[in-house]
């Protein structure tokens, strides 16, 4: 399975975001608070699914407001 690109519509700092993803790897990298763990649980919370409401899990919503999730485009 490979990731091709993520489109962020709302998660966390992040909103209304495309980011391409090619190559055998991709990294990455910026400092404290940039939003790396966010795009990190956007896929792990895409593929696995969001946590409910009722459950004492971060759930990321949008900090703006707006639409909340987003896709992954996989190929396998």
Do not use: C, W
Not at 11 to 25: A, C, P, T, W, Y
Not at 45 to 73: C, D, I, S, V
Request: charged share 20%; hydrophobic share 35%.
């Amino acid at each position: 399975m490979k990731i091709e690109k993520a489109i962020i519509y709302g998660f966390g700092k992040h909103q209304d975001v495309s980011i391409e993803l090619n190559g055998r790897m991709n990294l990455f990298y910026g400092a404290n608070e940039a939003g790396k763990t966010t795009i990190q649980q956007f896929i792990v919370q895409t593929l696995f699914g969001y946590p409910l409401r009722t459950q004492n899990l971060q759930r990321y919503e949008p900090k703006a407001g707006g639409k909340y999730g987003g896709q992954l485009h996989i190929t396998d």
